[in-house]
């Protein structure tokens, strides 16, 4: 089945500078990459996604970025700001399909006043 | 998100009992599924169903069963709590749309602890 891993698990920023985490997956034939965050106290929320045909994506200060022959996609947050400290999870679809999906461990973003 | 609703928000129980967290959702997802998130694990899944009539095993299903009402209604239940068994629950939805891969929307959580 698809295994994802997700890097750093925790990432400390200064407010206004970017942040970077990455994650791998396994199967080649994966086309569908989300990107969730969690915040405190709930549950996880979509923020960005992408599929295979397009190897970058924005959304105003949020990119996600993919690399399918080394089997590898991004986030890239610009300009942070303290809202944006929260959990940050990556998945890829789980085996046997059916929108289920296989997660990233997650990685714990400070942005630091 | 507010259109699904777990409860209960936190349950504290014992080894060896029986106890069930209930979830619902109003965004009409025929999709319906269980995750237990762990620190440094990430979410699992624990069981999904895809309608009224489906139930279908996650990667980690040993010790817990699930009951899908209606559509709108998605309970887990452990039969014999055990401590490992200790963790951050979520229900979520999604629809079953034309791309294949839809959204899924969590709901907030119960934390469970056993003792």
């Known amino acids: 089945g698809e295994n994802v891993e997700q890097h750093p698990s925790t990432l400390s920023v200064q407010e206004g500078d970017s942040a970077v985490i990455k994650c791998t997956y396994s199967?080649?034939?994966?086309?569908?990459f989300p990107w969730y965050k969690q915040e405190l106290g709930k549950g996880p929320q979509l923020i960005i996604d992408?599929?295979?045909?397009?190897g970058e994506k924005k959304d105003q200060r949020i990119a996600v970025t993919l690399n399918k022959t080394a089997k590898h996609f991004s986030l890239h947050i610009t300009e942070t700001q303290p809202e944006d400290s929260a959990v940050y999870f990556c998945a890829a679809p789980a085996k046997g399909g059916g929108n289920k999906l296989t997660f990233g461990t997650g990685t714990q973003l400070k942005v630091e006043l | 998100d507010a259109d699904v609703t777990q409860t209960p928000r936190n349950r504290i129980t014992k080894t060896g009992k029986r106890i069930m967290l209930e979830c619902s959702q109003t965004?009409?997802?025929?999709?319906m599924y269980w995750y237990r998130q762990d620190p440094g694990l990430g979410l699992r899944l624990i069981y999904y169903s895809f309608d009224v009539k489906d139930i279908n095993k996650g990667e980690i299903s040993d010790g817990y069963s699930v009951s899908r009402q209606a559509q709108a209604k998605f309970s887990l239940s452990l039969e014999s709590a055990i401590p490992n068994q200790t963790a951050l629950y979520f229900c979520a939805t999604s629809d079953a749309g034309p791309r294949g891969l839809e959204t899924q929307y969590f709901g907030p959580g119960t934390r469970l602890l056993v003792l």
């Open positions: 199967d080649s034939a994966s086309n569908y």
């Open positions: 992408i599929r295979s045909n397009v």
């Open positions: 965004k009409g997802h025929d999709r």
